[in-house]
């Protein structure tokens, strides 16, 4: 019988341990596959977070930065109306003080001896203290000269409003601020002043501090690259992306820093000089601040946990498993939240189209409306810009008189159709016991700066026709003059008074004229003469005043024939503004054949 090799009785061993081996080799690569997917699994997560916070907190900063420019925004006709009744400065920049939380004071700087009296500085300004007082002062002088400053050089000829570099104040707003500039021209459209809104930087420390939970902490820098918010706020407005790039060897940093100051969006990897590695995103913040923001993850945190439990293996695939699983919760909850998200749009959407119904409802839209009444005739339209809008007219006959109003609101969308509805039911309210035209926009102007705490007003225009004599009697709030028709197109003169909706218990002038038998009045909106063609050239008053010249005096056919040159004039140009016409013919004095 032949005798078996040597070691053949460790051949199940060896089998055993090579089994062992491809296992355990197995184990390694199955943990290594984990680790690696589990680390890009990881990885994507920051990007995805990382995304979502920046655009979170650049949303944040717009929403509270936008509140500052549209009440700026809002607020740049009644500076102009200062500029011819200076007495009433303070109690404007006051009261923009009070109804804006966000503010913590503004000026009103005006051109050198604007106003001989107060001599070569002018500034005055109005301050939001500790103790709830406001503080009106005038801080400009010699030493404080605003006149070299940037933010009143630059507001002079700026467009539009703008966002100076935060600075630190010790004059007026006493701490680190950004101030909104926005140039007021004079009727004769010169600009004459600066208005300037002080936007305290308190609340983005809060904003930008280190997030416990992903290790991250982030920052937010201003276009010259200064550091407004971080965790560590030693460093604010003491800091620069230079000192933080002193900090880094990589020239990786040097480049995030040129994207940063070039407002540009993107990622990078860098190690500090101890070699650590961290992951940086960036992102400018929308709107006209100019500022950037930075989110930055260390390697070694964000990863902490998985090289901890790289170290066991089944631990590490529980992890992996429970990664996966977490990822795949977090797809479904972003499908999910996308369902939510276009049902509420949609939901929206279909509120606005009722609202704009509703709102349509509440107009006029019977014509002829008064059939019976041969001294009379009447037709008006109106245009939303939008699905809602902020423009309104009414009318209605009681006692032989016809009362009839027009307005636009200040803003659009939503808030513009509210305060609409509001005007147009206070109109209805007050004018069925009331006759004078001047006492019904003084009541009006009442009861609406008492609910006034968007600073949002209405330019209005009220009048009453007496159909037994022709006699007009007629109050102006800030609206465009109307034009009488009837022979050469002339504006009705109109007295300067402030919308309502602005200052309390303000006395409104009713002025009157006579209605020859065949005279038209016309009242429109500032949204006819400001309708904007492709290259952005305004229909303006003369080629109004010239198309009315040119039209039938009859109601429809006077406001259909202007809406249709307009409509000419703009081409497929979209519409900016609501547009809102209303004509008045006054056909006989009643009585008379």
């Known amino acids: 019988m032949k005798k ?29 596959v984990q680790f690696f997917f589990a680390r890009n699994g990881i990885r994507k997560e920051v990007d ?79 301050l939001r203290g500790a103790d709830g007082e406001y503080r009106r002062m005038q801080i400009a002088d010699s030493v404080h ?41 004079n009727a004769q459209g010169k600009v004459v002043a600066v208005f300037a809104a002080d936007l305290s930087l308190d609340w983005l420390t809060d904003e930008f501090v280190s997030d416990q939970e992903s290790k991250s902490y982030s920052f937010i820098v201003s276009r010259e690259g200064r550091i407004l918010a971080c965790p560590d706020k030693s460093k604010i407005m003491n800091y620069t992306l230079d000192d933080a790039a002193a900090e880094y060897q990589d020239t990786a940093i040097k480049a995030m820093n040129r994207a940063l100051l070039a407002g540009e969006s993107g990622k990078a990897e860098a190690k500090d000089n101890n070699g650590e590695l961290a992951y940086m995103y960036y992102s400018p913040v929308e709107g006209k601040s100019g500022w950037s923001m930075a989110v930055i993850y260390p390697d070694r945190e964000i990863y902490k946990g998985l090289r901890s439990v790289a170290l066991k293996l089944f631990i590490m695939m529980l992890v992996g498993l429970a990664l996966m699983i977490y990822i795949m919760w977090r797809t479904v909850k972003g499908f999910k939240r996308l369902e939510v998200v ?61 009362f009839f109003c027009i307005g636009d609101v200040s803003g659009k969308g939503v808030p513009a159709s509210l305060l609409m509805a509001v005007t147009r039911s206070l109109f209805r309210s007050f004018s069925s016991r009331i006759d004078d035209p001047g006492e019904i926009m003084s009541q009006i102007n009442n009861a609406m700066s008492e609910m006034n705490e968007n600073s949002m007003f209405v330019t209005l225009f009220v009048g009453v026709l007496d159909l037994h004599t022709g006699n007009l009697a007629y109050s102006n709030a800030g609206h465009c003059a109307p034009v009488l028709l009837g022979g050469a197109p002339a504006l009705l003169a109109v007295d300067a008074n402030i919308p309502v909706g602005v200052m309390p218990d303000w006395q409104f002038s009713t002025q009157q004229t006579t209605l020859a038998p065949g005279q038209t009045v016309f009242l429109y909106t500032d949204g006819l003469t400001e309708a904007e063609n492709a290259s952005l050239e305004q229909f303006g008053e003369e080629r109004m005043m010239k198309a009315l010249a040119e039209s039938d005096i009859s109601p429809r056919p006077l406001v259909e024939n202007i809406l249709k040159i307009v409509k000419a004039f703009v081409g497929t140009t979209d519409q900016s503004d609501d547009l809102t016409m209303l004509a008045i013919h006054f056909a006989k004095i009643r009585g008379k054949e």
Not at 64 to 80: D, F, Q, T
Request: hydrophobic share 40%; net charge negative; charged share 20%.
């Open 4 to 32: 078996k090799g040597k070691g053949w009785h460790l051949l199940p061993a060896r089998s055993n341990l090579a089994m062992l081996v491809v296992a355990a080799v197995m184990i390694q690569v199955s943990g290594a």
């Open 48 to 126: 995805v977070r990382a995304q979502s916070e920046m655009k979170m907190k650049s949303l944040e900063i717009r929403q509270m930065l936008s509140s500052v420019e549209s009440a700026v925004y809002n607020i740049n006709s009644m500076l102009a109306w200062t500029l011819e009744h200076p007495e009433n400065i303070y109690p404007v920049l006051e009261e923009f003080v009070k109804c804006n939380p966000n503010v913590q004071g503004c000026a009103l700087a005006f051109e050198p001896g604007f106003f001989p009296d107060k001599g070569r500085w002018y500034e005055p300004y109005v």
């Open 145 to 185: 000269d605003y006149l070299n400053m940037s933010w009143y050089t630059e507001g002079l000829v700026a467009e539009s409003g703008r966002w100076t570099e935060p600075y630190i104040d010790n004059e007026g707003a006493q701490g680190v601020i950004c101030t909104y500039t926005f140039p007021v021209k």
């Open 342 to 402: 276009s049902a509420e749009k949609e939901r929206i959407g279909s509120e606005l189209r009722i609202a704009s119904d509703i709102q349509n409802g509440m107009l006029p839209k019977t014509f002829p409306p008064y059939p019976d009444l041969e001294e009379l005739a009447l037709y008006g339209a109106l245009m939303s810009a939008k699905e809602v809008g902020g423009d309104l007219y009414d009318f209605y006959v009681r006692d032989y008189k016809v």
